[in-house]
């Protein structure tokens, strides 16, 4: 029986003694409509598959949305002017022309959806305001002025909502920071200070519930923190630390992805609340993506890889199942 196909999860089955299974357990055989199943322990990990290109290959922009609605801004890319405006959404197949951002800027942070999105932060494109302390806001068609950041700096973090953001981390002429605020739809609050100032670092989950994950703090960090709406705590390290990768999903299911270790990454990792485990690797090894989604139906867009990189790529996960598998096989 080698044809593993059927998931199936506490749906009655017939044993072969005529009984019903509930709830199949490893070790066990049934059988059900002409098939017999066999339960087996697996441990379940996402694929990256090819999505549609950006419209402007950069690098280091912001992302928010879902894989099916998702939005990036911003980045860098290496044109003139090379700190970009750029806004595109992805539909779930192809990117299409936004409305660009009011200021340009690269290592800014993003959260929430295409049509209430949230960027905050960066590096402007204006000789002596080049850490943005400006917030725009997305309506689906257009920027609009947003709450300042209390501390203009870049390559920070950030996730939640339009409504509900939060953003921590980063940096700008005074070193690493580790500072959070928290964002109400109209103004930012400080929030609890990460434990380990960083900046290129990723975030994923909401304001009550985050994550932030990675990032270099003299060296690429592995620490991962998880905020509770108002304070973080030590979450489980990653287990390959490195700088400049993206976050999705939550913080009981984030998902991290590319970065920068010694050289360009491929690597994904993917969160239960209390550990990281390998996921499945991206095509593309890339430095400063941007991420969104969640760890079931993520997506990373974008990146530097020696060239500015226009490449999209979608990342699908089963579920966990209960780690439980269900192989089937026909008589």
Known sequence: MTDYQSIKYKVPTLNLDGTTEASPVE??????????YFG????FSGVWSSGGNLGTARYSMAGAGTQSAGLCAGGYENVTPSISNVTEEYNGTAWSAGGNLA??????????????GLCM???????????LVSTEEYNGTSWAAGGNIAT???LLAACGTQSAGLCMGGANDGG????????????????????????????AGTQSAGLCMGGIAGSNSNV??????TSWSSGGNLTTARRELAGAGTQAAGLCMGGYV????NVTEEYDGTSWSSGGNLATARRSPAGAGTQSAGLCMGGYDGSDLNVTEEYTHPGSYDQLFTGHGSL
Do not use: H
């Not at 066990?28 to 098939?35: A, L, P, V």
């Open 262 to 265: 010694s050289d360009y990454s």
């Open 121 to 131: 932060g960066g590096y402007g494109p204006v000789i002596n305001e080049d850490y």
């Open 152 to 154: 203009g700096k870049y």
């Open 224 to 229: 991962t923190e998880e905020y509770d709406g």
């Open 176 to 203: 690493d920071i580790n500072a959070t605020e928290e964002y109400d739809g109209s103004a930012w609050s400080s929030g609890g200070n990460l434990a380990t100032a960083r900046n290129n670092l990723a975030g």
């Open 103 to 116: 200021t340009a800027r690269r290592a800014s942070a993003g959260c929430g959806t295409q049509s209430a």
């Open 40 to 43: 087996s322990s697996a441990t």
């Open 27 to 36: 070790g066990e055989m049934w059988y059900d409509s002409g098939k017999f």
